[in-house]
């Protein structure tokens, strides 16, 4: 079974930063790409960024200059950074695994989603 585990989220003021991190474990044998959603309140889950594992990155226009996302492949693990915040990103941020090879018990190729963590921006 894998799992992803988010962290990193918490309470920030307007034109802070943040770090997120999301950490997939398991019996993996390899993942194509991992990213960030986001989903705030009464609002649909929208990509944030994806990196893939050769280290191409794609961005939502709106975070472009203020997110960066990076990965750890031997950690199985990506990050996101976010400067000069807004409140209009408060959200609930996801983190997705795309494409995660595993092989054990059987091969299976499968994508998985963490279970959220929360960021707030106050002005």
């Known amino acids: 079974q894998v799992q992803l585990v988010e962290s990193g989220g918490g309470l920030v003021q307007v034109g802070g930063s943040l770090s997120l991190s999301c950490a997939a474990s398991?019996?993996?044998?390899?993942?194509?790409?991992l990213g960030w959603y986001r989903q705030a309140p009464g609002g649909q889950r929208d990509l944030v960024a994806t990196i893939f594992s050769g280290g191409a990155t794609n961005y939502a226009d709106s975070v472009k200059g203020r997110c960066t996302i990076s990965r750890d492949n031997a950690k199985n693990t990506v990050y996101l950074q976010m400067n000069s915040l807004k409140p209009e990103v408060t959200a609930v941020y996801y983190c997705?695994?795309?494409?995660?090879?595993?092989?054990?018990?059987?091969?299976?190729?499968?994508?998985?989603w963490g279970q959220g963590t929360q960021v707030t921006v106050s002005s």
């Open positions: 997705i695994a795309l494409g995660v090879v595993t092989r054990i018990p059987e091969y299976k190729v499968k994508d998985y």
């Open positions: 398991g019996s993996i044998f390899s993942i194509d790409a």
